[in-house]
C-alpha cells in the first residue's frame, strides 16, 4: 500500500515537472512547483517515517513498465524507506527554501521542470528493484542534475562544469552497467531478487567491487573521482546544490550499499581494506581542498567529499566486521554510516542554504569580500553557525554522535582476525582523527571570514537579511542538527531494521530502554554517551557562569575603537583573509599534497611597483591522473578521425579485412 | 540518600576543579620564579587578577557582535563540564557515564572552536593570526590526543576514564612500551593544548611567537576573566587526566567512606603540585620554539601514539 502511494507521489512529481515546462516564467510557476514538491516530499518523509517505524515488512510491486516481459519491479524494504527518508526530507526542505529563494532566479524555467525531475528520479532509484530500473532512474538522475547544474550556462566555468559532470556521470553509468551484467551473469536475470539468490564466484567478486566503487563512488564524490563535486555544485542554484550534496551523493552511497551489502553475497573480508583505505584517503584529502578554497560553495562541496569519506569508513568497517562473522560490531559501524548519511544531509544542505542565502544577500560567492554579515544576517549567521559546529563535530551536535559510533565501531577492530586489517584500522582511525580537527579548523575559517570582522566590500556591507521561507528551513534544519545529536538512541533504534537487514537480523541493543536515554552501543562499562545531559551541563555551567559574574561583577560596558596593541588601523583589508587563515595549516600539509610554493615578488629600493605574494597550488589527481587521460584520449581520437575520410574502396577493404580477422578468430578458438 | 551523596561528590568535584585552578597557575609561576631565582608573586596572585579583571568596566571594541560577548561563557561551560568529567579524587562519579574521554577531547574542541571565532570576530588582523594559529596546531594535536585515548582504551577495554583508572590501578597492567609512549604523546598534547612554553608563551606579547594571547587580545574585565580562567581550567584537566591515567593511586571509588574521600583529596593535591613543579621545571628548562616547528613537535606525539597503538597488537599474546 505504501509502496503505491509512493509511486503516486513520484508520478505527481514527474507531472508537476512536465507542468512547470508549460508554466515557464511566469511567478506563479514557482509557487506551484515549489509548493508541489515540498508537499510531495512531504508526503513522502512522512510514508517512509511510517515504513520504518511501523517496521513494516517490505513490499513489492512489478509494474508492466520498461523491458517488454520483464517489467520494471519496486521495492520498499527497511533499507530503501531510509533512504527515503533522506532523500525527501532533504528533497522538502530544498522545495521551501526554492520557494523564497527561486525569486532571484533569472530563468526559472530552466529550474523549475528539472527541479521535480530531479527529485522524482532520486525517489526512483531508491526504490528499483531491478537492474534495467535502477539505471534508468539513475540515468535520469544524473540527467537532471546535469540539466539544473547548467541552468545559468553563460556564467564563468559553467560549461566546464557541465562537461567534467557529464563526462563523470556517464562513465559512472557505464561502470554500474557492466556491474549489473557481472550480477546478472549468464542466467541474465536483472529483477535484484534473482540477482541475490544467485550467488557470486571471488574472482567476480573483485570485479564487482571494483566496478561499484568507479560507478557509485563516482557519483559519491569518493577520491579520486571527485573531481565533478567542486566543478558541479557551485555552479548550480543554491537549493539544488543542497540536493546534490546533501541528497544526490546518498542516493549514490545507497546504490554503494545495495550492491555490496545486499546483491553480491558474501564479501571477502579484503574488500574492507580497498573501501577503508578510500574512506581514510577520500576524507582527509576532501577537507584539506576544503581549506585552500576560497568559494564557500567549493568549500562545501569537497567538505561533501570529506563526509562521503567519514561514511565510506564506517561502511569499509562494517564489510571488516561482517565478513568474520561479528554481527554486533557490523551493526555498529553500519548505524555509524547511516546515522552519517542522515547527518550529514540535515548540515549540509543547511549549509548550502546558508552560502544561497549570503549569495542572495551580497551577490559574492567568495569569502575574501565578505565579512561583517554577522551584523547584517543575524538569523542566518546564528543557524549557519549551527551547521558549522555540527559539521564539525562538537558535541553535543549531531555531527558528533555519529564519530563518536564510528570511533567506537574502530576500537572494536582488534577483534578481528586478519593481521592486516587489526593495523589498518587504527591508521584509518587516525586519518579520522585528522579530518575531524581539520574540518574544525576549515569551518572557523568558513564562518569566521564569511560572518565575522569587518566587511570587506560594498556589498557585504549593504547585505539584508533574506526572505521567511529561506529563513523558516534554515532554522528548522538547525533545530534538527540539535535535536538528532542530543537524543542519538532513538536514531540508533529508528535504524535498528535497516541495520538487521544488513547484518542479517543481529542489531544494536535498544537504545531507547538505557536510563537517561544514553547512548550504549555494546556495554554500558565499555562506553556511553548522553548527549541531552552534555547540553544540559553545558547549558547550566554556561548560564550559572554568567549569573555568578553579572550579580557578582561590574556591568559597565563601553564602545570603544579596537585595540589591536594600539594600532589605529581603520582599513577591512588589513584583516585576516581566507588565504591568510589557511596559510599556516597550507604549511604543515600543502607542502605535500599541493606542492604548495609561495613567492615573494620585491620590488627594488626606489622602485614604484607593487610587491606580489603568490602561492601556486597543484591540484595533483587532476595533473597526473585526468588530465594525461584527457590528452590521450584526445591523442586517439585524432588519429581515429582519419577513417572517416576513407574513400569506399578503402572502407570496403577495411570491412574485408575486418570479416577475415573475425573468421579467423573463431576458426581458431578451441 | 546514596543518590544525594553522589551528587554532592560530584558538586564537590565540580567546584573543587574551578577553585583550585587559579591556585595551581600561581603555583607553577612560583616555582618557575624560584627557579629563575626570583622572588615571585604569591601563588594566590591569579585570585586577585580575576577579582581586579572581575571588577573593571569592560571595553567592547565598536564591531563585536553577541558572538564575541557570549563565546567567553562557552568556552568556559564546555571547558568546565569535559573537568567536571575527569575523575580527580574520586573515580565513579555519579554523571561520569554520560561521557567517555572521547567527548572530553571533543568537548575541548567545542571550547577552541568558538573562541578561535571570536578571535575573528573584531576585525583586526592580530585575532585572525592567533586564531589560525591556534587551529593549525589544533589538527595535530587533536588526532595525538584521540590516538592516546585509542592506545589507552584498547588496553582497557573501554573508553570511560573511571573504568581505565580502576584497570590502571589493577595489576594486570604491566610495564608497556606502548603505555610509555602515550605518556609523552599525552604530555606533549598537553603542553600544546595548554599553550605552555615550547608551543606558546601567554606571558608574553610578541607578535610573532604568540598564539593563544593573540586570539584574545580584544577581551577585557569580566570576559578576559572567564576565559583566564577556562585557561586555568584546562590546565587543572589535562592534570587530572594524566594523573587519573598514569598514576590513579589513593582515588576514592564509589561508595567509600569519608576517610577514603579525604585520602582522595590529599592525593589529588600532592599529584596537582607535583604535576606544577614538573611543568614549572620543564619550561624553565626549555627555549619557545619558532610556530613552525611546532607541528613537527606535535607531529612527533601523533606518530609516537600511533606507534603505541600498533606496538599495542604485537605486544599482546593472541
Known amino acids: 500500500m505504501a509502496l503505491l502511494a509512493a509511486l503516486v507521489l513520484i508520478a505527481s512529481l514527474l507531472l508537476t515537472g512536465l507542468g512547470a515546462v508549460g508554466l515557464g516564467g511566469r511567478p506563479a510557476g514557482r509557487i506551484i512547483v515549489y509548493g508541489a514538491a515540498a508537499s510531495a516530499c512531504s508526503a513522502m518523509v512522512v510514508l517512509a517515517a511510517i515504513t520504518l517505524f511501523g517496521r513494516a515488512p517490505a513490499q513489492d510491486l512489478v509494474l508492466p513498465l520498461g523491458i517488454p516481459w520483464i ?182 552511497i545507497y546504490g554503494i550499499i545495495r550492491i555490496l551489502f545486499d546483491l553480491a553475497g558474501e564479501p571477502a573480508w579484503w574488500w574492507s581494506v580497498v573501501v577503508l583505505v578510500l574512506g581514510g584517503v577520500t576524507a582527509v584529502l576532501g577537507v584539506l581542498y576544503a581549506l585552500m578554497q576560497h568559494d564557500i560553495k567549493r568549500l562545501l562541496a569537497y567538505h561533501t567529499v570529506e563526509n562521503i569519506g567519514i561514511i565510506v569508513i564506517g ?42 542565502a549570503v549569495l542572495t544577500a551580497t551577490g559574492e560567492r567568495d569569502m575574501e569580500h565578505l565579512g561583517g554579515l554577522i551584523h547584517r544576517m543575524p538569523v542566518t549567521a546564528a543557524t549557519f553557525l549551527l551547521g558549522c559546529a555540527a559539521i564539525s563535530a562538537l558535541p553535543p551536535l549531531n555531527g558528533f554522535a555519529s564519530e563518536w559510533l564510528t570511533f567506537q565501531a574502530i576500537l572494536v577492530s582488534p577483534a578481528v582476525p586478519q593481521w592486516g586489517l587489526k593495523f589498518l584500522i587504527p591508521g584509518v582511525g587516525a586519518g579520522l582523527a585528522l579530518s575531524a580537527a581539520l574540518a574544525a579548523a576549515c569551518f572557523v575559517k568558513a564562518f569566521g571570514i564569511t560572518f565575522l ?74 562506553s556511553s554517551y548522553n548527549g541531552i545531559l552534555v547540553l544540559v551541563f553545558m547549558a547550566l555551567s554556561g548560564t550559572l557562569a554568567a549569573f555568578a559574574i553579572h550579580r557578582l561583577a561590574s556591568r559597565a560596558v563601553r564602545r570603544a575603537p579596537a585595540w589591536d596593541c594600539g594600532f589605529p588601523e581603520a582599513s577591512p583589508t588589513t584583516q585576516y583573509t581566507a588565504g591568510s587563515f589557511a596559510q599556516p595549516i597550507r604549511r604543515v600539509f600543502g607542502s605535500l599534497v599541493f606542492v604548495a610554493r609561495e613567492s615573494v615578488e620585491m620590488p627594488p629600493p626606489g622602485s614604484l611597483k607593487p610587491a606580489r605574494f603568490t602561492v601556486s597550488l597543484r591540484d595533483l589527481i587532476w595533473e597526473c591522473g585526468y588530465a594525461p587521460l584527457a590528452a590521450g584520449i584526445t591523442y586517439a581520437a585524432d588519429r581515429v578521425n582519419h577513417l572517416q575520410f576513407l574513400t569506399i574502396r578503402r572502407y570496403l577493404g577495411l570491412v574485408f579485412a575486418l570479416l577475415v580477422a573475425l573468421l579467423l578468430g573463431i576458426a581458431i578458438w578451441p | 540518600m546514596a543518590m544525594i551523596a553522589a551528587l554532592a561528590i560530584q558538586l564537590a568535584q565540580m567546584t573543587l576543579v574551578v577553585a583550585i585552578a587559579p591556585l595551581l597557575l600561581g603555583w607553577v609561576r612560583t616555582i618557575k620564579a624560584r627557579v629563575l631565582r626570583r622572588r615571585g608573586p604569591s601563588p594566590l596572585q591569579p585570585y586577585r587578577d580575576l577579582l581586579r579583571l572581575i571588577r573593571k568596566e569592560a571595553v567592547l571594541a565598536e564591531n563585536a557582535s553577541w558572538l564575541f560577548r557570549v563565546v567567553p561563557y562557552v568556552t568556559f561551560a564546555a571547558i568546565w563540564v569535559a573537568a567536571a568529567l575527569v575523575p580527580t579524587f574520586a573515580s ?96 606533549v598534547v598537553a603542553l600544546a593544548e595548554n599553550a605552555r612554553i615550547p608551543v606558546d608563551n601567554p606571558a608574553t606579547h610578541l607578535e610573532l611567537t604568540m598564539v593563544h594571547e593573540a586570539m584574545v587580545l ?68 626549555i627555549a619557545k620554539m619558532r610556530v613552525f616547528r611546532v607541528p613537527e613537535f606535535l607531529g612527533v606525539a601523533l606518530m609516537l601514539s600511533l606507534l603505541a597503538v600498533l606496538l599495542l597488537f604485537v605486544s599482546r599474546s593472541p
Request: contains cysteine.
Open chain 1, 71 to 252: 517489467g520494471a519491479h519496486l521495492r520498499l524494504d527497511p533499507l530503501a524507506a531510509f533512504f527515503l527518508l533522506v532523500v525527501n526530507l532533504g528533497g522538502a526542505a530544498a522545495s521551501v527554501y526554492g520557494l523564497g529563494y527561486g525569486r532571484h532566479d533569472s530563468e526559472p524555467q530552466r529550474v523549475l521542470p528539472l527541479f521535480a525531475v530531479f527529485l522524482a528520479a532520486m525517489n526512483m532509484v531508491v526504490l528499483a528493484d531491478d537492474a534495467y530500473s535502477f539505471l534508468a532512474s539513475w540515468e535520469f538522475m544524473s540527467l537532471a542534475s546535469w540539466g539544473l547544474v547548467m541552468a545559468h550556462h553563460r556564467t564563468d566555468g559553467t560549461a566546464q562544469a557541465g562537461c567534467v559532470y557529464l563526462v563523470m556521470a556517464g562513465f559512472g553509468t557505464l561502470a554500474l552497467l557492466l556491474c549489473f551484467g557481472l550480477l546478472a551473469g549468464v542466467s541474465g536475470a536483472y529483477a535484484f531478487a534473482d540477482i541475490r539468490a544467485a550467488g557470486l564466484s571471488p574472482s567476480i567478486g573483485a570485479l564487482v567491487l571494483a566496478l561499484t566503487l568507479l560507478g557509485a563512488g563516482s557519483k559519491a564524490g569518493i577520491v579520486p573521482l571527485h573531481v565533478w563535486l567542486p566543478l558541479a555544485h557551485p555552479a548550480a542554484p543554491s537549493h539544488v546544490s543542497a540536493l546534490m550534496s546533501g541528497v544526490m551523493t546518498k542516493v549514490a
Open chain 2, 218 to 285: 580584544e577581551y577585557s574585565a569580566r570576559h578576559l576573566a572567564m576565559i583566564e580562567l577556562a585557561a586555568a581550567l584546562k590546565l587543572v584537566l589535562y592534570l587530572s587526566l594524566i594523573a587519573c591515567v598514569f598514576v590513579p593511586w589513593g582515588m576514592a571509588a564509589a561508595g567509600d567512606g569519608i576517610v577514603a574521600y579525604l585520602g582522595g583529596l590529599v592525593a589529588y593535591a600532592i599529584k596537582l603540585a607535583v604535576g606544577g613543579v614538573l611543568l614549572a621545571l620543564f619550561e624553565t628548562s
Open chain 1, 453 to 526: 570582522g569587518r566587511p570587506r566590500t560594498a556589498a557585504a556591507a549593504q547585505a539584508r537579511e533574506v526572505d521567511r521561507f529561506s529563513l523558516a528551513v534554515m532554522s528548522a534544519f538547525a533545530l534538527a542538527c540539535i535535536l538528532t545529536g542530543i537524543v542519538p538512541g532513538l536514531i540508533v533504534d529508528a535504524l535498528a531494521p535497516v541495520v538487521s537487514q544488513l547484518t542479517r537480523g543481529t542489531s544494536l541493543p535498544v537504545q531507547s530502554a538505557m536510563p537517561w536515554l544514553t547512548l550504549i552501543p555494546i556495554a554500558a562499562e565499555r
Open chain 2, 92 to 187: 565513579g562519579l555519579l554523571f561520569s557515564w554520560s561521557a567517555d574521554m572521547i567527548v572530553i577531547a571533543a568537548l575541548l574542541g567545542t571550547g577552541r572552536f568558538f573562541l578561535a571565532l571570536a578571535g575573528m570576530d573584531i576585525g583586526t588582523s592580530f585575532g585572525g593570526l592567533g586564531s589560525s594559529r591556534e587551529m593549525m596546531i589544533a589538527s595535530v594535536a587533536e588526532p595525538a590526543m584521540i590516538m592516546v585515548v585509542f592506545t589507552v582504551s584498547l588496553l582497557a577495554q573501554t573508553t570511560q576514564l573511571s573504568s581505565i583508572a580502576a584497570f590502571m590501578a589493577g595489576a594486570n597492567v604491566g610495564v608497556r612500551v606502548s603505555l610509555a609512549l602515550v605518556l609523552v604523546a599525552l604530555l
Open chain 1, 315 to 356: 561502511l569499509g568497517l562494517a564489510l571488516a566486521f561482517r565478513a568474520n562473522g561479528m554481527m554486533v560490531p557490523a551493526a555498529l559501524a553500519f548505524s555509524a554510516a547511516l546515522f552519517h548519511v542522515l547527518n550529514h544531509m540535515l548540515f549540509k544542505s543547511l549549509l548550502f542554504f546558508g552560502a544561497g
